[in-house]
């Protein structure tokens, strides 16, 4: 069915205001490199990105900002680069905490934050309940996150639920399967962003971006705007959503 929703803009024509984009902030190495800087350095300024783009979010239309921080595989990298990626995310938390609750962004973590440092899983359940009541912006992050292996979780825990009586098999239908997600709380995204060039998925949003629009711009994240995610609306603006339907 075509949706008709999209036409009522606010900002722009075919804008609406309560959108999910979702990000795959990729390119800061590739950033610091070209600068002859160490990759850390990138991370460092993406988180930068982030905190203006959270900002901007309103004004933008975007009501459900999700951005892909840390993969399951990301821990093939050094031990440096993964300690230093952790430490820029406890202190996102810690010195964005305040403008949040200012602000009304509610923050969540998506992933499996059990493998985590206990304090940063600590610090993550204290933002969350923090911000818990907040509306404006819902900004998610996806930390230790990888599709299949959230997919998997859902499935080992249905199993069980299955297995202890609360759960009949013959009830599991995707409305289902999708409360046992991460992303429970969460509509589907409608876009999905991916900076640097790179056109492949890596795993992000597996089962809830069936069908979210896409766009690959050749923009490393550290140099990403809110201008940069303007262009990038309106382009998605343009496109008609056909769910599997036909034109109306
Ligand atoms: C994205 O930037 C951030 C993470 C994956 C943590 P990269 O670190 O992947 O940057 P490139 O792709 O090496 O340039
Ligand atoms: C995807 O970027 C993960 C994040 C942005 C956190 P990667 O840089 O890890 O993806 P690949 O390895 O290029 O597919
Ligand atoms: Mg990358």
């Given at each position: 069915m075509f949706d008709k929703s999209a036409q009522s803009g606010r900002d722009f024509p075919g804008s609406r205001n309560d959108l999910h984009v979702a990000v795959i902030m990729d390119g800061n190495g590739r950033w610091a490199s070209n600068r002859g800087w160490p990759r850390l350095v990138g991370h460092r300024k993406g988180a930068e990105r982030v905190r203006k783009l959270v900002a901007a979010c309103p004004g933008l239309g975007i009501r459900y900002l999700t951005v892909y921080?840390?993969?399951?595989?990301?821990?093939?990298?050094s031990t440096e680069e993964v300690l230093g990626l952790m430490s820029i995310f406890a202190r996102y938390i810690q010195r964005e905490a305040d403008r949040m609750k200012r602000e009304g962004v509610r923050l969540r973590f998506i992933g499996?934050?059990?493998?985590?440092d206990s304090k940063l899983q600590a610090l993550i359940q204290w933002i969350e309940t923090e911000t818990?009541?907040?509306?404006r912006v819902h900004l998610s992050v996806a930390l230790n996150y990888g599709g299949r292996d959230e997919i998997t979780r859902a499935t080992r825990a249905m199993a069980q639920d299955a297995a202890s009586g609360t759960?009949?098999?013959?009830?599991?239908s995707d409305a289902v399967l999708a409360r046992y997600?991460?992303?429970?709380d969460l509509p589907d995204p409608d876009l999905v962003v991916r900076t640097s060039g790179e056109t492949r998925v890596?795993?992000?949003?597996l089962w809830q971006a069936a069908y979210a629009e896409y766009v690959f711009t050749p923009t490393l994240w550290p140099d990403f705007t809110p201008v940069t995610m303007q262009d990038i609306l309106k382009d998605y603006a343009t496109r008609e959503r056909r769910f599997g339907g036909v034109s109306a």
């Open positions: 921080a840390f993969s399951t595989e990301n821990w093939k990298r499996d934050r059990t493998r985590l818990a009541g907040n509306d759960l009949n098999a013959d009830d599991i997600l991460d992303t429970r890596s795993n992000f949003l």
